[in-house]
């Protein structure tokens, strides 16, 4: 993600959990749809609270595991 947080003047981290909707702009989709990929257990979603969050590895390692769409020739 490019999203970084400035803390102070030095430090900059990045962040490990993300909203539904952080998740649908990094993918390019709806929020709608990001609920469905983790309601059905497709993307890992996480309890914080009562608030719900993706963790930034379990995106990854779902964007890593999506097939390549070849285009027919």
Known sequence: MDALWQLGESRVI????LTYEEVAT???CSTRHVKRLTADGSLPSVAVGSLTR???VDLDAYVAGLAIKREAS
């Not at 990045?14 to 959990?17: D, F, G, K, S």
């Open 26 to 28: 990094a993918m390019s």
């Open 14 to 17: 990045n962040p490990m959990l």
């Open 54 to 56: 993706v963790r930034v």
